[in-house]
């Protein structure tokens, strides 16, 4: 009878911290892999575009600003891919609505449309981004990168700094 109680206490108590764990994740804050070599040197420094990194960085994601989607120039983002909806991509906005963005590769100007962003990997030679396939419906964003918590050695705050010359202009 004893052994009884016991699992069902038990059984309770993990359904409860899952549940409380399973909210806590999806309404304010998760913890991602950042995976390849598209965000260096932010974010797995270490990696190259061939090998990869033997180890990964793991980024704390905060969701608030999904909240009327409160976001600047330079935040890091996550969002799910617009070809895939199983892929999460990490990636720098560069480009809020109506801004205007030089593509790299020709004379051209992109405009961003209303409800959308431009994104770019911080390693460009390495990076699938808004330059190949336009640009990201906001409604795919699912948080913003705010601190990197492992490995223990590169703990920190994720700057939301962009290059002078990848700045957009409105």
């Known amino acids: 009878m004893a052994s009884h109680s016991f699992l069902w206490g038990f059984g309770k108590k993990f359904f409860t911290f899952g549940l409380i764990g399973l909210t806590v994740s999806d309404r304010y804050a998760s913890i991602l892999p950042v995976r390849g070599a598209s965000m260096s040197p932010t974010f797995n420094p270490g990696s190259n575009s061939f090998g990869g990194s033997l180890f990964d960085d793991y980024v704390l994601v905060e969701k608030f600003c999904l909240d009327k989607y409160k976001f600047s120039r330079g935040d890091v983002i996550v969002f799910r891919s ?89």
């Open 82 to 170: 617009p070809w895939n909806h199983k892929e999460k991509h990490v990636k720098r906005i560069i480009g809020l609505p109506g801004d205007w963005i030089g593509t790299h590769s020709s004379y051209d100007a992109v405009k961003v449309p209303d409800g959308h962003c431009w994104v770019e990997g911080d390693n460009l030679s390495s990076s699938m981004d808004s330059r190949s396939v336009g640009p990201i419906p906001l409604g795919l964003v699912q948080g913003r990168v705010t601190h990197i918590v492992w490995p223990p050695q590169r703990l920190g705050v994720v700057e939301g700094n962009i290059h002078e010359d990848r700045l957009s202009s409105s």
